[in-house]
């Protein structure tokens, strides 16, 4: 049975830090784009970042680039998200998805995985 399991949500003060983690299994880690998307309240969700299995690289939506940091431990099956600099309008549930490959800046393809997300609030 595939699992994505976030945890590290929670409350916060706007430019404080907030780390996420996602616990993978039931599949093979290190085969698939692994990344986090966010929906804030009557936004449809988006992605934030994804860690390219093809290139090995990290790819980011432009307003998280510098302030959000994306790394795995393919040893652990895990995956962050380190989240600085936080502003209000951060403030969503954050989703660890697992994808065939990363469109742009977030996981995609068949099949695709989500967890059920953590809720990340900040306040002004």
């Known amino acids: 049975e595939v699992q994505l399991v976030e945890s590290g949500g929670g409350l916060v003060q706007a430019g404080g830090s907030l780390r996420l983690s996602c616990a993978a299994s039931?599949?093979?880690?290190?085969?698939?784009?692994i990344g986090w998307f966010r929906q804030a309240p009557g936004k449809e969700r988006e992605g934030v970042s994804c860690?390219?299995?093809?290139?090995?690289?990290?790819y980011y939506q432009r307003s998280v680039k510098g302030r959000f940091t994306s790394s795995s431990d393919n040893a652990k099956n895990m995956v962050y998200l380190q989240m600085n600099s936080l502003k209000p309008e951060d403030t969503a549930v954050y989703y660890c998805?697992?994808?065939?490959?990363?469109?742009?800046?977030?996981?995609?393809?068949?099949?695709?995985?989500w967890g059920q997300g953590t809720q990340v609030t900040v306040s002004s």
């Open positions: 860690i390219s299995r093809n290139d090995d690289r990290i």
């Open positions: 998805a697992a994808g065939a490959w990363c469109g742009s800046y977030y996981p995609t393809g068949d099949p695709i995985y």
């Open positions: 039931g599949f093979t880690f290190d085969d698939y784009a």
